[in-house]
């Protein structure tokens, strides 16, 4: 008798279960209804989290050990070669203006030769897949990605700007600067960064301005000129004060660390809230890497306090200046693509050494971009924005013919750092 009874509810519990299964599945099937969204925002959050990611998304500790800062075993993003692609540029250079520092737009300043905009990075044992920018969008929305660095790291976000407009003018991306204390002082020439956000999606792009990744705090001297303490094991207040709201951090440094950068700047370099004395980093190379290191190690602390933050170093970009500097003449009037050679292989680790060494170990990874950039000497704005210095006045009757200004260190965009952007998209 129990049996029977036993029976007949399982027979009653499965054919509830039938008719909740067929009731999901009309709910389901309905592009409009609610609940089809939440389940599958559920599936793409649980998808996209770290313990359920794929080899592509593996510990960061691992992936920031690797030389190759690939997030799997198998590919290779610092690995491979430069290839030819029809489907290059992926904006144009002369209508991107609202994003676009004109000084970087080599077509608007006449170069006459573009080849070398039709080349794309193949990574060494898979295929990125190709960039597209309603799809960045939907996978950035509610999302905030933050560049922190020197001038390069300037060109990688408004690269980024262009990639995500499309290049084209886009009056409904708003300007949100004010939200992160990014407005133009009172004198000042431009604003320390710019913030902007895509209403449709809800994600922001932001870049400060932090050369040295250190710590910039006004000193208290009365006489000019007025100096700058450069703490150097403190990271920007820009970074402590709004870590919390970034989703995906870039950061940069590199070309600044120079004693007449430094010197002109009026910076003068602290360490534990004093005047460095020491004649170790005195040496600005050892203060560069002992910078870099300090900036790593603050924020590898700072991760799992955040544990959406995806965090990237980016190697240093390659300056290609030849028979002199940028102020005595040197340029890079190449204008063949790859005349320097196409791939990179090998086993190695990064070509900057210094990036490589602070985020081993660590949860941050390395955007590393030094060699595969070090093979486009032909994409620099050399030959496109030549600035001829005034004349100086050597004695009373006579002046000398100053060499041209050459800019062999920043990219034509479209460019190099578009390449740069896809290769930390394939990585988020």
Known sequence: MFGGKSYMLR???????????????TLLVSEENPLRASLFDVQRQFLDSPSSSSSSSSSSSSSSSSSSSSSSSVCNFAKGKWVK?????????????????????CRVMGRPDFSFEGYRWQPQGCNMPQFDRFTFLTRMQNKTIAFIGDSLGRQQFQSLMCMATGGQDSPEVQNVGWEYGLVKAKGALRPD???YRFPTTNTTILYYWSASLSDLVPMNNTDPPRLTAMHLDRPPAFMRNYLHRFDVLVLNTGHHW??????????????????????????????????????AKWLDAQLPLHPRLKAFFR???PRHFRNGDWNTGGNCNNTVPLS????ITGDDGSVDTTVESAVNGTRIKILDITALSELRDEAHISGSKLKPRKPKKVRSNVTSTAPAVNDCLHWCLPGIPDTWNELFIAQV
Request: aromatic share 8%.
């Open 340 to 343: 320097r050679g196409s791939e």
């Open 258 to 295: 120079n004693r007449g950068k430094i010197e002109g700047n009026h910076w003068v370099m602290h360490v534990n809230g004093t005047k460095v004395e020491g004649e170790f980093l005195k040496d600005i190379s050892h203060a560069k890497v002992f910078t870099i290191h300090s900036v």
């Open 11 to 25: 027979g009653s519990v499965s054919l509830a279960l039938v008719l909740l299964i067929l009731l999901m599945l």
């Open 85 to 105: 692609d029809r489907k290059r540029p992926l904006y144009s250079g002369s209508e991107c203006k609202q994003w676009l520092s004109s000084m970087w737009a």
């Open 315 to 317: 190697t240093i970009s």
């Open 193 to 195: 960064g710019w913030a």
